[in-house]
């Protein structure tokens, strides 16, 4: 069975940094694309960041140049720096990763349960 784990949420200041980790556990075959997307109360969900196998990786625009996606491919673990935080950014954060396992060779999409990130002063 495949799991992926949140960590890393919590209040912070605007202007403060906060560093999310993702780690993908089971009998994992393959990772594709590791990224995260956030949700806010009556909203949809958002397409934050995404970083492929290839190392490429793609931002919201909202989120360019203050958010770092990263990844550890020893590790199966995705991370999120967030800089220059922004009250706007209080968000429910959830991991997500397109990848296969030894009990179905093709790709599928998991999510993790989701972290919550709060800025406020």
């Known amino acids: 069975q495949v799991q992926l784990l949140e960590s890393g949420g919590g209040l912070v200041q605007p202007g403060g940094s906060l560093r999310l980790s993702c780690a993908a556990s089971g009998s994992i075959s393959s990772i594709g694309a590791m990224g995260w997307y956030r949700q806010v109360p009556g909203k949809e969900r958002e397409l934050v960041a995404t970083i492929y196998s290839s190392g490429v990786t793609t931002y919201a625009d909202s989120v360019k140049g203050r958010f770092t996606i990263s990844r550890d491919n020893a590790k199966n673990t995705a991370y999120l720096q967030m800089n220059s935080l922004k009250p706007e950014d209080t968000a429910v954060y959830y991991c997500?990763?397109?990848?296969?396992?030894?009990?179905?060779?093709?790709?599928?999409?998991?999510w993790g349960q989701g972290t919550q990130v709060t800025v406020s002063s």
């Open positions: 997500t990763s397109v990848l296969s396992y030894t009990e179905r060779s093709t790709y599928s999409r998991f």
